[in-house]
């Protein structure tokens, strides 16, 4: 590996995944020890169970049905963006492990055109959200709404999206190339097979790795905090 | 602005924060999903009214001085020191906000910005930029507390005026009762006989063993932005029940109040109420359904809407009990769109109606209540929230919206006499 593919693709994959993991649990431990507030701040009506509570906290995070109803488009974005990103992360899960099952009802070659299409159509949908929000920050109230912090959010996941995209559409190498390099992070021994090394298409994966560690990197610090947040603030307005 | 004021206010915040004023703070997206829930941006489209910019402001100050990131990259995250420029638009943003909690109904992380804009009055009040009419307003409700051996006298005796002007309006002797041991029930209602006659006409049908309060349920304490203002202002009554023995305290026809009594006070008390608390309407609604009152059906003809006032509806549950006794007592109701939880504020909450300073944004923000109003053909607004029927008033005086604008439990008594005449 040259210095830039050990720095992006082989121990910055180490410190980004390190400081996340303890970066959010330093943050879910802040927010634990913090005393809650005494006074009732729930929202009526309310489910009077717990297990209405917990229906309805997972309905208001994960569905938003208020928000949804009262801004329908960028809703729409959201849900499209994330649902297209968990999407992608779980095809990510093929580097670690091939679908086997998968793998033996498509066959190889089935396996790779599906992935090549799912892939593709989640990179598509996920850079046309982050272009959207890009545009929507940029004029109107959101541009006055908005700090530098949620910029470089939009740009790290432009950048990723980007060269994620880069990868999926201009790339030649298939998932088996990806795996044995992942594989060797797994090993706590970082290095690109042959194949890659040798292919410009490393140079996209670098990029693409270089943003992910430090979208990793920055998410404890952000706003992206949400992602866990939501669930606390959203079972407030249910609470007792 | 002098260190020692920026340490005070930002001592403020850290006294105040919580888990959920902490996550309130480190989570918002700004997405500005809020922006189509609040009526003052709605109406004004003034970036200050923004739900997320009111609450932007503290944020900046919590960057500033409660996360590390805000300390080393401040113009990375907007992190800052309170300054006369902050504090002015600090100002205007949360004096004027109702703390309807709308924009919290409609936010998918369910952001608080009521909660928020509270805290941000406990700063500004610290930094001697209180609102003064609220402030002096929640004073004299203290000094009235105590000071009761010079009004006492004057309170009960206008209550025995109120009493000879029942008597003069129905024919009989309907007491008022005060100070009275062992009632079942103590009655917080507001200054001003409005609130106490249509009570005192329905406990006495009821047979209801209730004494009134001596101390009005309006709080400007909580509209000024002080809780322990707040909680002595409510402890006046509070007092009296436990002194007075009583089984619940009920709130008038007031929505600030009732929250304040009911979701606030015993979490600012640090204790548990021997009683419980109850909204008026409440009631009422049981005495309508157990029979304990009698009312006409049909003894308001004219097509009647209903208000729910934010505190007491999405902050407060109660949506059904006020609709069933307007049902009660008028032939045709008609329900605003939308209504209960997703009602739009009418633009009077949060003691806005006593700050003249903001007359302008507050009319202008009643637009979407107008518009509400018109769309029901309604000539009666029955409207259980004081500051909701004066901006309500003001609207209906502005736009020509030919409305009667009552308490709902005036139309109760208005049933009830003319069930007696039937």
């Known amino acids: 590996m040259d210095w830039f593919s050990y720095l992006a693709s082989g121990v910055g994959v180490y410190v980004s995944i390190a400081v996340f993991t303890l970066g959010m649990a330093w943050r879910i431990y802040e927010w634990s020890r913090t005393p809650r507030s005494t006074v009732r701040l729930a929202l009526y009506p309310k489910p009077k169970t717990g297990l209405g509570r917990f229906g309805k906290l997972l309905k208001d995070t994960l569905l938003a049905p208020q928000s949804v109803a009262i801004a329908t488009g960028v809703m729409l974005a959201a849900f499209a963006f994330h649902f297209a990103a968990l999407a992608a992360f779980v095809g990510h899960l093929r580097l670690v492990h091939e679908f086997t099952p998968l793998v033996a009802l498509l066959g190889e070659d089935g396996m790779n055109a599906f992935a090549g299409l799912s892939g593709g159509i989640a990179g598509i949908v996920m850079l046309v959200a982050v272009l959207y929000w890009i545009v929507r920050r940029t004029y109107g109230a959101y541009r006055k709404l908005s700090t530098p912090e949620d910029y470089l959010l939009l740009a790290l996941l432009l950048g990723i999206v980007v060269m994620g995209d880069h990868l999926r559409f201009v790339g030649e190498l298939h998932a088996s190339t990806y795996q044995v390099w992942f594989a060797s992070l797994m090993a706590f021994k970082p290095a690109f097979p042959p194949e890659l090394a040798a292919s410009s298409t490393r140079l996209a994966l670098n990029w693409h790795m270089l943003f992910v560690d430090a979208f990793l990197i920055y998410f404890p610090f952000s706003k992206m905090t949400h992602a866990v947040g939501a669930f606390a603030t959203n079972l407030v307005r249910s609470s007792e | ?422």
């Open chain 2, 1 to 422: 602005m002098e260190q020692q004021t920026i340490d005070t206010l930002v001592g403020v915040l850290d006294k105040r924060m919580n888990r959920q004023l902490k996550l309130y703070m480190d989570i918002c997206a700004r997405c500005a999903i809020c922006k189509d829930a609040c009526h003052q941006y709605v109406a004004t489209q003034d970036m200050k009214y923004l739900p997320a910019r009111r609450a932007e402001l503290i944020r900046e100050i919590y960057r500033k001085y409660f996360t590390k990131t805000g300390q080393f990259m401040p113009a990375l995250y907007e992190a800052r020191d309170p300054d006369e420029n902050l504090l002015d638009e600090l100002y205007d943003s949360t004096y004027a906000c109702t703390g309807c909690r709308r924009c919290t109904y409609y936010c998918p992380f369910s952001i608080d910005t009521g909660w928020i804009t509270a805290t941000a009055k406990g700063i500004l009040i610290a930094a001697g930029r209180g609102n003064e009419i609220l402030g002096e307003l929640a004073d004299a409700a203290l000094f009235k507390g105590d000071n009761m051996e010079m009004f006492g006298e004057i309170i009960a005796s206008g209550f025995a005026d109120i009493e000879a002007e029942l008597r003069e309006e129905t024919g009989r002797d309907i007491p008022i009762p005060v100070d009275k041991q062992g009632a079942d029930i103590l009655y917080v209602a507001l200054a001003g006989s409005h609130s106490i006659k249509p009570a005192a006409i329905i406990f006495e049908a009821a047979g209801a063993n209730w004494t009134l309060s001596m101390f009005e349920a309006a709080n400007y304490g909580f509209f000024y932005g002080d809780p322990e203002k707040s909680r002595l202002i409510a402890k006046r009554y509070m007092d009296e029940a436990l002194r007075l023995g009583v089984k619940e305290v009920v709130i008038t026809e007031c929505g600030h109040a009732y929250r304040v009594a009911e979701m606030f006070y015993e979490a600012w008390a640090k204790e548990k109420m021997p009683f419980k608390v109850r909204h008026i309407l409440e009631v009422i609604d049981e005495y309508i359904k157990d029979g304990s009152i009698t009312v006409d059906p049909g003894a308001i003809g004219e097509k009647v809407t209903y208000h729910d006032p934010c505190q007491i509806g999405r902050n407060g549950g109660i949506y059904e009990q006020p609709r069933d006794i307007v049902k009660a007592v008028a032939g045709d109701f008609v329900d605003m769109t939308p209504n209960r939880e997703k009602q739009w504020c009418c633009g009077g909450g949060g003691g806005i109606v006593a700050m003249e300073e903001f007359d302008a944004v507050r009319l202008k923000s009643g637009a979407k209540k107008v518009e509400q109003i018109r769309a029901t053909g309604a000539t009666v607004l029955a409207c259980p929230c004081e500051n909701c029927r004066l901006q309500i008033a003001e609207l209906n005086e502005v736009h020509d919206l030919g409305l009667r604008i009552v308490p709902v439990m005036e139309l109760v008594a208005e049933a009830m006499a003319s069930a007696a005449r039937v």
